[in-house]
C-alpha cells in the first residue's frame, strides 16, 4: 500500500526567508503527487500537482523519484503562504488520494 | 462553475436527531466523496461514488448513510450521531479517470453533535 509522510508537523519561518515543506511517498509503482493547501477556515484547494510542473503564488514542486520526495518549495515566504500544506498522492489507475498527515506553515513578519 | 457547493454550512444536532448535508457540482464529474476533517488533521475518506455508484466505504459506522441522487448532487444522512463524530465533512469531486486533475473540494460543513 502506498504511504505519504509529511516529517514536519510544523514549520516556522520569517518573512522572506527560503521554505521547504517535506514531503516522501513510498509506492512501488508511478504515482501521481499533489499539494492541497488549506487557509485558515477556507477549504482545501488544489496548489499545484506533479505533471502540470506548474509554478504557484511562488510555490514549486518537483518530483525526485529516486529519493522518492515531492518537496514543496518557496524561495521568499510571505505572510499569507501561512497555512496548512497537505502532501497526496494518487497511484497509478486509481482516483483515490492518500494524503499526508500535513505541516503547519506559520511565517512570521 | 467551477465549485463544489456545500449545505449547510454549519450543523448542530442532538444526539436522536435525523439530518442530511447536502453536495453539488456542475463540472460533469463523475466521481464524488465525503471525507470527515478533524481540526489540523488531513482529511479521511468515507465514501465514494462512482458513475453514481457507492465504490468505496471505508468501514463508516451505519449512522452515516450516502446518497447519490444524481451525477450533480451527493447527500449524506446523518442518524443517531455521536459527539465524537462532531468535525468537518468535506464533499470533493474529480474526474474519476487518475489523469491528475485532482480534487476540487466544497467548503465543508462543520458539524457539532450535542
Known amino acids: 500500500a502506498q504511504r505519504v509522510t509529511q516529517p514536519e508537523k510544523l514549520l516556522s519561518v520569517f518573512k522572506g526567508a527560503p521554505v521547504e515543506l517535506k514531503c516522501n511517498y513510498s509506492y512501488s509503482g508511478s504515482p501521481e503527487l499533489f499539494w492541497y493547501v488549506q487557509y485558515s477556515r477556507q477549504r482545501l484547494q488544489l496548489l499545484l500537482r506533479h505533471i502540470s510542473r506548474e509554478s504557484i503564488k511562488g510555490f514549486t514542486a518537483d518530483l525526485n523519484k529516486g529519493e522518492t520526495s515531492f518537496h514543496l518549495k518557496k524561495p521568499f515566504a510571505q505572510e499569507e503562504d501561512s497555512a496548512m500544506y497537505y502532501c497526496?498522492?494518487?497511484?497509478?489507475?486509481?482516483?483515490?488520494?492518500?494524503f499526508g498527515r500535513g505541516t503547519s506553515l506559520i511565517v512570521h513578519p | 462553475d467551477t465549485e463544489v457547493t456545500q449545505t449547510p454550512k454549519h450543523l448542530v444536532m442532538g444526539m436522536t436527531n435525523k439530518k442530511s448535508l447536502k453536495c453539488e457540482q456542475h463540472?460533469?464529474?463523475?466521481?464524488m466523496y465525503w471525507y470527515k476533517q478533524k481540526a489540523k488533521k488531513p482529511p479521511e475518506l468515507m465514501f465514494v461514488?462512482?458513475?453514481?455508484?457507492?465504490?468505496i466505504n471505508e468501514s463508516v459506522p451505519s449512522r452515516f448513510s450516502p446518497e447519490c441522487p444524481n451525477s450533480s448532487l451527493l447527500n449524506l444522512h446523518l442518524h443517531a450521531l455521536q459527539p465524537e463524530d462532531s468535525a468537518l465533512y468535506l464533499c470533493?469531486?474529480?474526474?474519476?479517470?487518475?489523469?491528475?486533475?485532482?480534487?476540487?473540494f466544497g467548503s465543508g460543513t462543520r458539524l457539532t453533535v450535542v
Open positions: 461514488y462512482s458513475y453514481e455508484k457507492l465504490s
Open positions: 470533493a469531486s474529480s474526474q474519476a479517470t487518475g489523469l491528475g486533475y485532482g480534487y476540487t
Open positions: 463540472m460533469g464529474h463523475r466521481a
Open positions: 497526496a498522492l494518487i497511484p497509478g489507475g486509481s482516483y483515490i488520494p492518500t
